[in-house]
C-alpha cells in the first residue's frame, strides 16, 4: 500500500517501507515528493533517481533505517547519501558537473584545461601549415617539377579527414584526455620523422601518418574545452581555445622562413616534432578528464574525486564525492546513429552543411587570394600583405564574434558574419583602392574566419557528451570535403578563363547560402531540445 503524501521538507517516517534511490544509492526517497529522507529539506537531484524503485521493508532494513533518520547536514551545496560497505556507514556528497563549472569566476583547472588545449590545436596548426612553407625549398633540393607537392598536401588533408571520422569518435568511449595525448604522440614522432624523408612516397606515408593524429586531436581538444567552459561564456571560451590553430599555423610561417634558409627544410620538421613530444608528457601530467564524461562512465573514481577537489579546495577533505552529470545517458548504439536520433537529424545536416559552405570560401581565398590580387595588376607584395591581413582578421573575428555571440545570441551574430563576409568578398571583386584592399581582406577574414570558429562552438554544444567528439570528427570532416573542393573549382574557373571578378563574386554565393542555413539552424536546435526535454524525466524541485 502506498505512503501518504508529506508536505514539501517534511520529514515522513511512514508505515513499512521506503523507495529506493537508484541515483544516490539511498534507499529512503519518498515516491510522492522526490525526496531523499536522509536530507528531508533537500531534493534528490540524481538524474538517475527511479520513484518506483523496488519498496525495501523497514524490519528487514533497520541499520539503513536508523541512518535515514540521523539528522545530517548539507555539504557543499549538494545531497550526502551513506551506504552500508565493511567500514560501516559512508559519507558520500553527490554533486553535478554544472556546480562545479558555472562559478562567477573561472578556476585555476579551468583555465590550465583551455591553455593545454590552445597549445594542443596551436602544434597541429603549426604541422599542418608548416609543410606549405617549405614546399618550394624541398622541391628545389630534390629537383621536383612543378607541382609534385600535390600529393603531399593531398594526404595529409586525407589522414586529417580519416582521423577526425574514425580516430576523433573513439574518445566517447575511451575520454578525451587519453586521446589528445595520444595524438599528440603520434603528430609528434611522426613529423620529427618527415625530417628522415630521402624520397617523395616516403614523405606522403609520414604526412598521411601525422594526419591521422591531427584529425584526432583537433575534434577532442574542442570537446573538452566546451565542457570545461560555463554554460554563460562557452562560445566565446572555446572559440579563444580554437585561436591557437591560425595563431600556430603563423607561427609555422614564422619558424620556416627562419630555421629553412639557415639549417634547411629537416629542421623545420625537426622543431616541430620535438615541441609536440615535449607537450606530450605535459599534456599526459597535467590535463584532466571531462567532468561530463566521468559523471557518466566512472561518478566515484579516484580521477573524478581529484578533480571535484581541485575545484572545490573548501570542501571537506575527507568526503568522497559522487559526481552527477547534467545530462541523461544515450542509448548503446553506434555514435554515428545518435547524431541523427532523437531530433537531431536536421541539425546534423545543417551544421555539414554550414561548415562544407564555410571551407569552400575560407581555403579558396586561402590558397588563391595572391594569385587573385595579382590578377587585378598588383603587385606580389601587396598581394602578400592582404593575405597576412586576412588570417590577421580572422583570429581577432573569432575572439570578438565568441564573445558577441555568448551576449546576443550566437545564431544571428553568426548569420549577420556571413552576410558582411559575402558583402566585403564583393567589394573586393570591384578593385577596391590599394589602400583599402587591406581592410577589405581583413575584414573578410574577420567575418569568414570568426564565424567557422564560431560553428565550432555551436557544434560542441549542440550535443551530448556521449556523442559529442564523433559530432566533431564528422562536422570538421565535411568541412574537409569543402576545403578541397574550394581550391579545385576556383582553379578550373581560372583555366576556363573566367575574370577574376567574376570568381570573387562567385564566391560570396557560398557565404550567402551559410546565412540561409543559420537562420534555419536555430529553430532546428530548438525543436531538438523540446523533443529531448519531452522524452526526459523531470525531478521536482520543492
Given amino acids: 500500500m502506498d505512503a501518504p503524501t508529506t508536505r514539501a521538507g517534511e520529514k515522513y517516517v511512514g508505515q513499512d517501507y521506503r523507495n529506493g534511490c537508484q541515483g544516490c544509492k539511498s534507499i529512503v526517497v519518498r515516491k510522492d515528493t522526490q525526496r531523499c529522507l536522509r536530507l528531508p529539506h533537500m531534493t534528490c537531484r540524481s538524474t538517475a533517481c527511479d520513484p518506483l524503485e523496488q519498496r525495501v521493508p523497514l524490519m528487514k532494513h533497520?541499520?539503513?533505517?536508523?541512518h535515514a533518520m540521523?539528522?545530517?547536514g548539507p555539504s557543499m551545496g549538494s545531497n550526502t547519501a551513506f551506504q552500508r560497505n565493511r567500514g560501516g556507514p559512508q559519507v558520500r556528497t553527490t554533486i553535478r558537473a554544472s556546480e562545479l563549472l558555472d562559478t562567477p569566476r573561472l578556476s585555476r583547472l579551468q583555465y590550465l584545461v583551455f591553455a593545454l588545449c590552445a597549445l594542443s590545436v596551436f602544434a597541429d596548426g603549426y604541422d599542418t601549415q608548416a609543410i606549405s612553407y617549405i614546399a618550394p625549398t624541398l622541391s628545389v633540393a630534390w629537383h621536383l617539377p612543378p607541382g609534385a607537392m600535390g600529393p603531399v598536401f593531398a594526404v595529409t588533408l586525407l589522414g586529417s579527414a580519416l582521423g577526425s571520422l574514425f580516430l576523433a569518435p573513439l574518445a566517447d568511449r575511451w575520454g578525451r584526455k587519453r586521446i589528445i595525448v595520444h595524438a599528440a604522440f603520434v603528430v609528434g614522432v611522426f613529423t620529427a620523422a618527415c625530417s628522415l624523408a630521402t624520397t617523395l612516397g616516403v614523405l606522403e606515408v609520414l604526412r598521411f601518418c601525422a594526419g591521422l593524429g591531427l584529425g584526432a586531436a583537433i575534434p577532442n581538444a574542442i570537446a573538452l574545452a566546451t565542457e570545461y567552459a560555463p554554460s554563460r561564456r562557452r562560445i566565446g571560451l572555446v572559440t579563444l581555445t580554437f585561436c591557437g590553430y591560425p595563431v600556430g599555423a603563423a607561427f609555422g610561417a614564422f619558424v620556416a622562413t627562419q630555421l629553412s634558409p639557415r639549417f634547411g627544410w629537416p629542421s623545420v620538421f625537426q622543431f616541430g616534432g620535438a615541441a609536440t613530444l615535449l607537450l606530450w608528457p605535459i599534456l599526459q601530467r597535467y590535463l584532466p578528464e571531462s567532468l561530463t564524461f566521468l559523471g557518466l562512465h566512472d561518478p566515484v573514481g579516484r580521477e573524478a574525486q581529484s578533480i571535484i577537489r581541485r575545484l572545490r579546495p573548501d570542501g571537506v577533505a575527507a568526503a568522497e564525492y559522487r559526481l552527477l552529470a547534467d545530462e541523461q545517458p544515450v542509448a548503446e548504439r553506434r555514435s554515428l546513429a545518435l547524431l541523427f536520433s532523437e531530433g537531431r537529424s536536421a541539425v546534423t545536416v545543417l551544421l555539414g552543411a554550414l561548415a562544407f559552405l564555410t571551407l569552400i570560401d575560407l581555403y579558396l581565398?586561402?590558397?588563391w587570394l595572391p594569385t587573385l590580387i595579382q590578377g587585378m595588376g598588383l603587385t606580389l607584395a601587396r598581394a602578400s600583405a592582404a593575405t597576412a591581413?586576412?588570417?590577421?582578421?580572422?583570429i581577432l573575428g573569432a575572439i570578438t564574434l565568441g564573445w558577441l555571440g555568448d551576449r546576443l545570441g550566437v545564431f544571428y551574430v553568426v548569420?549577420?558574419?556571413?552576410?558582411?563576409?559575402?558583402?566585403l568578398i564583393c567589394g573586393l571583386a570591384v578593385h577596391p583602392a590599394p589602400l583599402l584592399l587591406p581592410l577589405t581582406?581583413?575584414?573578410a577574414g574577420f567575418m569568414l574566419i570568426g564565424a567557422q570558429t564560431c560553428n565550432n562552438g555551436i557544434v560542441a554544444s549542440v550535443y551530448p557528451t556521449a556523442v559529442r567528439a564523433t559530432a566533431i570528427g564528422v562536422n570538421l570532416t565535411i568541412g574537409r570535403i569543402g576545403s578541397i573542393v574550394g581550391p579545385f573549382l576556383t582553379g578550373l574557373l581560372l583555366a576556363d578563363n573566367f575574370s577574376v571578378q567574376t570568381v570573387l563574386l562567385l564566391a560570396s554565393l557560398p557565404a550567402l547560402a551559410a546565412a540561409a542555413g543559420m537562420c534555419l539552424l536555430k529553430p532546428a536546435v530548438g525543436r531538438a531540445q523540446a523533443?529531448?526535454?519531452?522524452?526526459?524525466?523531470?525531478?521536482e524541485e520543492p
Fill in 62 to 66: 533497520p541499520i539503513a533505517f536508523i
Fill in 70 to 72: 540521523l539528522p545530517r
Fill in 365 to 367: 581565398l586561402t590558397s
Fill in 389 to 394: 591581413t586576412f588570417q590577421l582578421g580572422g
Fill in 415 to 423: 548569420a549577420i558574419a556571413y552576410v558582411l563576409g559575402a558583402a
Fill in 441 to 443: 581582406t581583413f575584414g
Fill in 531 to 539: 523533443y529531448l526535454a519531452s522524452r526526459t524525466p523531470v525531478i
